[in-house]
Nanobody, 122 residues
Framework: QVQLSESGGGLVQAGGSLRLSCAFS????????MAWFRQAPGKGRDFVAL????????DYADSVKGRFTIFRDNAENTVYLQMNSLKPEDTAVYYC???????????????WGQGTQVTVSS
């Protein structure tokens, strides 16, 4: 059974940085596309970034392009989200998701972590 566990969230001032981690267990990590989504209060869970199995291809939501970087360490079974130049509108619970295929919608990912809170103060 695939399990995901996010960490690294916290409170940061606008303009600051955070690095989120998502530890993967229960399957062959390198066989899974990994993604980050986020959910702000009162809103749905939205796509942030994804990375293919090999790590060679990434994609980002327009709102985070140039500020966020997704990368993975297949030897450590971990995917990361480096977040720079954070804005108050980045405040949300951040979730990592895993599945065999590339997708950009909530329903495209069958496995999810419990989420980690990111709060950006102005």
């Amino acid at each position: 059974q695939v399990q995901l566990s996010e960490s690294g969230g916290g409170l940061v001032q606008a303009g600051g940085s955070l690095r989120l981690s998502c530890a993967f267990s229960g399957g062959p990590f390198s066989s899974y596309v990994m993604a980050w989504f986020r959910q702000a209060p009162g809103k749905g869970r939205d796509f942030v970034a994804l990375i293919t199995r090999s790590g060679k291809t990434t994609d980002y939501a327009d709102s985070v392009k140039g500020r966020f970087t997704i990368f993975r360490d297949n030897a450590e079974n971990t995917v990361y989200l480096q977040m720079n130049s954070l804005k108050p509108e980045d405040t949300a619970v951040y979730y990592c998701g895993a599945d065999y295929y590339i997708g950009y919608e909530l329903q495209d990912f069958n496995y999810w972590g419990q989420g980690t809170q990111v709060t950006v103060s102005s």
